[in-house]
């Protein structure tokens, strides 16, 4: 995969495409959540960033009303076209995001004031768990405001990108990813509360560590996956300690008062899901505290002991995560979990800069035996968010 997207190979690609050039270009980052899975729709503590991994695209402006939409990496569903007033949202086509940002835009009464073509390209992995869905949602965010000349404030972005997915995509994810790829700052995480919003920023010195992404290559779709059946699960175990309780939402439990709670839950599964999201919760605040204080070994084990939850309790892996984050832990990685929704997509390693080479090779010869094709690698950079780049 080329990581090496440039101004230079978009313009061309667009001249290509369009018969005529570019006149504006835009990045918006990829996310990893470092700690914090599963956690947002419960009302807890997440721990994004987002990272150089990313999608790009260069615009020209039309002096009609249409919209015209080329993907480099959809390249076979060639052009799309549709108006402003028409914003259909069609079965498995990536332009779905684009066009929900468009509706909701317009919706929260801003304007459309002319057409637009617009190339995309990015580098994410597909179906990685990296929010490349978030990544087309907040780079048309930027497209949008810088375009239509329009100060909306960038949390506003954030939460229409949601709503896209929530509303348009029909899939019921929490604020993070685009709150993670809208409001990034370089080598700086998150700490972000979704019940209300309130996030830190903190600094993440890896001093001689490096990030890796681990791609199983098994690909996953949200829409698809069990993810919409943990949050109901959730949901049923909230309901049933509201029975006895007034609390607002599972992050607003503690080990202890979870544990007085649970007969209220009365069933196993339930039980498992719930401890989950709140021990999870509390992992993600113990993490935030220890990369302040440049804790680093205990930042790793708290990043294992979120892997066993979601391995155990919320059911979430599969082999390929599994196979890959056991053995980052055998070849020595600080620590390393699965991220993302699961069923597949990326975990993450801590690693020894001098030791990359190594490790990276040693766990791919592992999950090749095991799984029998090879993982892909790649280094995290922690960038700031959304941008035009000229």
Known sequence: MDNKINTTSLKTEFTQIFHSEPTNYYFAPGRINLIGEHTDYNGG?????????????????RDDQKIRLYSVNFAEDGITTFNFTKLEYVA????????????????????????????VQGNIPAG?????????EMLFG????????DQIAQIDLVKMGQEVENKFIDVQSGIMDQFAVGMGQPNQAILLDTNTL??????????????????????????????NERRQECEEALKRIQKISDISDLGALDKDSFDTYTYAIADETLIKRARHAVFENQRTIKAGEALKH?????????????HVSLEYDYEVTGKELDTLVHSAWKHGALGARMTGAGFGGCALALVEKNN???????????????????????PAEIVGGPQKIK
């Open 356 to 378: 990359l080479d190594q490790f990276i090779q040693a766990v791919n010869q592992d999950y090749q035996a095991r799984i029998g094709y090879a993982a892909d690698f790649y």
């Open 198 to 227: 309130k996030f830190e920023m903190v600094p993440v010195n890896l001093q001689d560590y490096q990030i890796i992404i681990m791609n199983t290559n098994k690909k996953r779709t949200l829409a698809d996956s069990k993810y």
């Open 45 to 61: 503590q997440v721990f994004p960033c987002a990272i150089s991994l990313g999608t790009y695209a260069a615009v020209k402006a």
């Open 142 to 149: 930027k497209i949008l405001a810088d375009q239509y000349q």
């Open 128 to 136: 990685g768990g990296l929010s490349s869905s978030a990544s087309i």
């Open 92 to 119: 498995h086509s990536w332009t779905n995001y684009p066009k929900g940002m468009f509706k909701y835009w317009q919706e929260h009464g801003h304007a459309c004031t002319h057409g637009l073509d617009i190339l």
């Open 294 to 306: 440049d804790q680093l070994a205990i930042f790793g084990r708290l990043m294992n002991a979120s």
